[in-house]
């Protein structure tokens, strides 16, 4: 028993250099293996400095139990104290790494292996590896022989002889003797097969790149050949057997664990694909069928095994491939969507633990370094290498990144890769997630070289090398361009004119030579505005390249900038309000409706931020009735009072259609994640409101200018299709019906006279040619239709309602609603329509028919020639108007007796005909889907072309700009249409049954 003094010393030691748990420390020390060194201070500051004292002192505890006998465990004792060399090398193991320790536990004289210390064994290649494996003759065997090399190559990296490219290379190589080693088995297994072919394999990834992990995943591609006189059919086959053997003696678990799973998915049509393919089969698939990441992938192709000459020859077959990628259509929209698809299929729980595949992980830095290789690689044959760091030195070198931000990148990777192969190290096992219990995280820092307070620091560090990754991941691509135009640096290695256009083709710009001259006149000179200008730039081109026309979302980021240049908040908006900038790529590369309008008011940009100038939420009809109202009082004659209330509907058409967009596109910060259904709710609501506003306010300002204050007729505008059912889209014409009724004592004729001159002016004010969108007043849908009188007295249209009125105008009147003008005259008007509208007896069979007969002349004689039915938005089978008929005869029928269906909303009433059980529920919500989808389109097509539709586009930008509007990313516009196509067909089968049959 230990003295309590001296055990409290011992105590006090152990906490010194860094025990966690003195007392079982303590308790090991006084142990029989430890008892010759116990009170040697060599020993106890050897442990202090690794990773994790107690897991190292355990493991020596281990190991010494583990010898044969007490001359053994003396010797490794006494080697242990008089060699700094093993001792390091094997504390700082047993420190860092579980499984090794469980290993030298399962193999005590494997020991040994660390104590060569001769120039050769500090940076071993391939052979030294395959000499290292050279007597496994079975798997398992193979496996011990792997881990005491893999011992060897740990105990270096934990000392820091080797460095973290070091390190990785030499995983490669061992990877590649294990290549090696396993494919003599298979053929010593089956010396039949081997004789019949030539078999070659190619290393992919990370073991191709020579840049591997402690446990990954070998990616592999496989080469056969049949040899000289040999069946080729009879040659694959042999040699997929070969392949498949070799797989399995690197992948299988056996009482030795096992070696890494080896994949070959890699290989023309994946998992697919035949195992082993001939050469000329290879070239015929990557000329005809390739995908571009297959290419992407390729540029880390390297035979390590096999037939070499063969391997030799298939990498210099595809790399003419290789480097021609770049040129394909739709490039790097396929590597961008290739990473976009990996971050998608990540967990939520683990984003923020993802070292490699998250925001600002590996593969950021890995993606962007091969995305610049394939793109300027061609010209450029220093930059053909596959190892990730070596290539980021020869694009800092040829000047396609920046010195520094190249610099910044490389010390960033290398300590999240360290980070990885020491997260790895631990248990062997391959996961890229950073550990979340502090003890992980302690031994994590401090085999880092973070001692003063592990687990803090190295969350601070991690934090801090991310941060960097994901500032340069996108300004590695944009930084060089400007610095190729701004020319500021005259030292400094820069891109060539033809590099500088070479990468923006690349990244979707369909006129470099324009984006360029955007560049230069945006970020040249040594003002602060454009110091300023180069700060944003980087990220905005990207934000644009993301988008379907990246050239209309420069030239429009241009266009604002000259306008605003000299405006001290525009830029300080865009730097400082993190989602003004993001917000306003999005807006001016969307389409043509959004831009069109800030073009017309610049300032309208402060929407965009976070402050005080009301930000996206749409207003409210009163909040703008009052401040259109405002402004015509302030306004000097009825043509300014008119040009205000247009100019307040141009920025409220700005901040809806800007918040459609945001909303619709996603953020960084903000994916998407909207409701299609509440988008298409906001767009229609706002459209409405504020185009009811325009309409009161225009009012206010025909009669002060020709009347005073008061008319000599009461009038009020009654909201008619879209417009009352508050649907309206961007384009929408305004359906509306004129009311008067003349005030006490005005002779009839003077009221109609007035009515008729304020209807006159209001349309004609409204649609003066300005730099406002006009906006059409349309009123066919009064009694009569256009030969018509444009505005009736109350009386008048009560009289032809009770006379005359047809089934379609009673439907008509379902979506009626108060819009502007004296409210008291307006309900009197719903009242008057309201036994119109609803019927207290419903629809006999008679008017049923009659509006089937109407619908059905509709749909024949209304579609467009040559439109595409199945595609037509409006008058398509499933498209609005089945579905509003639908409903509508729904209303007509029941509206008297279900308050719910007296609404002019078509949403409202279709929820309302579910809940009464008039609509069986999954048919409501089919209509409804197909409703919303279909206005989606409409509102798409306004947004993206500045001009209405009611079909797809056929121009492939703008079709893949409605494409990324309706949330269909790069590539799939063909399953948009499809899309479509589904959910309008599923609508007009329940349209046959509800509407034709029920």
Known sequence: MMAPGRRSSTFTRLLRHGFTDPSAAERLLDGPELSPVRNDPVLLEALGVTADPDLALHGLVRLLEAQPGPTARRELLDTLIAAKPLRDRLL?????????????????????????????DLHPGVEEFERGLAGATDPVSLRVAYRRCLLSIAARDVCGTTDLAETAAELADLATATLRA????????????AALCRLAVIAMGKCGGHELNYVSDVDVIFVGEAVEGADEGKALRAAAKLASHLMRICSETTVEGSIWPVDANLRPEGRNGPLVRTLSSHLAYYQRWAKTWEFQALLKAR??????????????????????????????????????????????????????????????????????????????????????????????????VGRADAEQLDVAYRFLRSMEHRIQLYRLRRTH????????????????????????????????????????????????LLDAVAQLAPGETRLSPKAARERLVALGYADPASALRHLEALASGVTRKAAIQRT???????????????????????????????????????????????????????????????????????????????????RGRAHLEQEILAAVRRADGVVQAVTAARGVRRRELFRTSAADIVASYGTEAQPVEADQGALVDLVGGAVSD???????????????????????????????????????????????????????????????????????????????????????????????????????????????????????????????????????????????????????????????REIRRLKARMESERLPRGADPKLHTKLGPG?????????????????????????????????????????????????????????????AVMLVRGRAGDTFPSDPRELVAVGRYLGYG?????????????????????????????
């Open 92 to 120: 700082g193991v047993l420190g860092a790494s579980a499984a090794l320790a469980d290993h030298l536990a399962r193999h005590p004289r494997d020991w040994e292996a660390l104590v060569t210390y001769e120039p050769r």
């Open 182 to 193: 396993a494919l003599g088995l298979a053929r010593a297994a089956a010396p039949d097969d």
């Open 303 to 400: 035979p390590v095994a096999g037939d070499l000459a063969l391997g030799a020859e298939y990498v210099a077959a595809v790399e003419p491939l290789v480097w021609q990628a770049a040129e394909r259509e739709n490039f790097v929209v396929d590597v961008q969507k290739m990473r976009r698809r990996v971050v998608e299929n990540i967990p939520v729980a683990e984003v923020e633990r993802e070292l490699k595949l998250g925001p600002g992980g590996l593969r950021d830095v890995e993606f962007a370094v091969q995305l610049l290789q394939l793109v300027h690689g061609r010209a450029d044959a220093s930059l053909r290498s596959g190892t990730t760091l070596d290539a980021l030195q020869a694009l800092a070198a040829g000047g396609y």
């Open 433 to 480: 997630l950073v550990p979340e219990a502090e003890t992980d995280l302690r031994r994590l820092g401090r085999s880092l070289g973070l001692r003063t307070d592990p687990v803090a620091e190295l969350g601070q560090e991690w934090k801090r090398h991310a941060a960097v990754v994901r500032r340069l991941h996108e300004k590695l691509f944009y930084r060089p």
């Open 536 to 618: 944003l730039l980087p990220v905005l081109l990207g934000w644009f390249a993301d988008s379907a026309d990246p050239d209309a979302g420069l030239l429009n980021f241009r266009k604002v900038s000259d306008a605003l240049g000299k405006t001290p908040w525009y830029l300080r908006l865009l730097r400082d309000e993190g989602a003004a900038a993001e917000n306003l790529a999005r807006v001016l590369s969307a389409g043509r409706l959004a831009p069109d309008l800030l073009m017309r008011a610049p300032e309208a940009v402060a929407l965009l931020g976070d402050g005080d100038g009301g930000g996206l939420e749409p």
């Open 690 to 848: 504020i185009t009811a506003a325009t309409l009161a306010g225009t009012l206010r300002a025909v009669v002060r200018d020709g009347w005073g204050d008061t008319l000599p007729t009461s009038f009020t505008v009654i909201g008619m299709g879209r417009f009352g059912g508050h649907e309206l889209g961007y384009g929408s014409d305004a359906d509306v019906l004129f009311v008067h009724e003349p005030r006490d004592g005005v002779d009839e004729r003077e009221a109609a006279d007035a009515a008729n001159k304020v209807v006159s002016e209001m349309r004609r004010l409204l649609q003066i040619s300005s730099a406002d969108p006009p906006l059409l007043i349309d009123a066919d849908l009064r009694p009569e239709g256009k030969s018509g009188p444009l505005v009736r007295t109350l009386k008048s249209y009560e009289a032809y309602y009770r006379r005359w009125s047809l089934g379609w105008e009673s439907q008509a009147l379902l979506r009626a609603e108060v819009v502007a003008g004296e409210e008291e005259l307006g309900r009197r008007f719903i009242e008057l329509i309201d036994p119109l509208r609803y019927p207290a007896d419903g629809l006999g069979e008679e008017a049923v």
């Open 879 to 939: 498209g609005l108007s089945d579905v509003e008929w639908t409903v509508q005869l729904v209303q007509l029928r029941h509206g008297s007796t279900h308050p719910g269906l007296r609404t002019t909303r078509t949403r409202e009433a279709l929820a309302a005909a579910r809940d009464a059980g008039l609509i069986p529920d999954e048919d409501a919500a089919t209509l409804d889907e197909a409703w919303v989808l279909a206005t989606r389109v409409r509102n």
């Open 970 to 998: 790069p590539g799939r516009v063909g399953d948009m249409l499809d899309d479509y196509r589904r959910t309008a067909r599923r609508a007009r089968g329940v349209v046959d049954e509800l509407f034709y049959s029920g």
